[in-house]
């Protein structure tokens, strides 16, 4: 903020107050490079990660602050020509320093000791002068090279021979290829992975090996960021291969084409059998039918015949009971009929 007096007149002063924006001015005055590159690390080595002001001028009167996702806590803050220890991580405590001796020309390199797995990944290096801060990133790959890996013959498996193998302590996930003799690759049967409290790599893979003539095969262990790789090789012996008979490879092929012709046959043995199954049934209800047509005739003729029978019968019944009822002579003797009993004379 710039203030000034101004005389307009004999008669009085005007004061004037303006805000002057400097802050493109200073921050055109440098600016922050680092790495074009990642910087790749083995695994429990020292790791120098460069900052450098642009151009070149000291940055010892400045505020430095190395940091990762967050801006606080940091892995390293630098003030007052000093580490400050009450912001940083804590698991960068007693493996951090800045390299003191360049500091002076504007090189500001953040050293870190031991280097672990968890370092892996982005730092930025933030500068800052009064109002005015600048940074850059720089990237870090941390490798891992694991033990050789171990290779052993679990056993036979479909007509051939499951192998394991298996390697620790890599980072990042290593690639694993599997070979014949000739260098020819091998695809993997599986492959799995599981990662330590360090958050090192161990992977397993294993392989169906089914060419008796292959003789040896190999396992190669392959550091994706360095190319680097370990290697180790399995000897097969023949005798060893499941042994499999002419007749069971015939058998193999045919196979699925006899179930095929047993398949077909059944569905029209089944057809067939339904077919005779419903005309036989549909025989017997007609059957059933005309036989209960012909009772039902032969009831009607029988009560036919009983009626026509038993109209003749009443048709002679009444002089069949003239012929049956006439009159006789009836003597009474009185000495023994009762004493109510009395004849009319008439």
């Not at 968890?118 to 109002?131: N, P």
């Not at 339904?274 to 059933?288: E, G, I, V």
Request: positive net charge; charged residues 20%.
């Amino acid at each position: 903020v710039v203030c000034v007096w101004i005389y307009s007149s004999p008669r009085g002063k005007l004061f004037i107050c303006s805000i002057l924006d400097f802050s493109l001015w200073v921050s055109d005055s440098y600016s922050i490079i680092g790495p074009a590159q990642p910087i790749l690390v083995l695994l429990g080595a020292d790791a120098s990660l460069p900052c450098q002001l642009f151009p070149e001028q000291s940055a010892a009167h400045m505020q430095i602050r190395w940091y990762r996702a967050q801006f606080s806590p940091a892995v390293l803050v630098y003030q007052n020509g000093q580490e400050q220890g009450g912001e940083q991580m804590l698991e960068y405590r007693g493996r951090t320093e800045l390299v003191q001796d360049s500091i002076g020309r504007g090189t500001v390199t953040l050293l870190i000791q031991q280097i672990r797995a968890s370092d892996d990944g982005q730092y930025r290096c933030h500068f800052k002068e009064g109002y005015i801060s600048q940074e850059a990133i720089v990237e870090l790959h941390v490798i891992g090279l694991g033990a050789a890996p171990h290779v052993h013959m679990m056993g036979p498996e479909d007509d051939g021979i499951r192998v394991l193998c298996s390697s620790g302590g890599w980072f990042p996930k290593p690639r694993v290829q599997w070979s014949g003799m000739a260098g020819a690759k091998l695809p993997s049967l599986s492959e799995s992975q599981s990662q330590d409290g360090d958050g090192l790599f161990h992977v397993e893979a294993s392989l169906v090996v089914t060419d008796s003539s292959l003789g040896n095969v190999t396992c190669s262990f392959q550091n994706p960021l360095s190319g680097q790789e370990k290697v180790s090789a399995l000897f097969l012996p023949e005798p060893f291969f499941p042994r499999t008979s002419p007749w069971k490879k015939a058998l193999a092929g045919t196979l699925p084409v006899l179930v095929l012709l047993l398949i077909g046959m059944s569905y029209f043995g089944w057809r067939e059998h339904k077919a005779k199954k419903k005309k036989k049934k549909t025989k017997k209800t007609k059957k059933k039918k005309q036989g209960t047509k012909n009772s039902t005739e032969a009831e009607l003729d029988q009560r036919k015949a009983l009626y026509k029978e038993d109209w003749k019968k009443a048709l002679l019944y009444p002089d069949w009971r003239k012929e049956l009822f006439k009159p006789a002579p009836i003597t009474l003797n009185h000495n023994i009929s009762h004493q109510t009993l009395s004849i009319d004379k008439n």
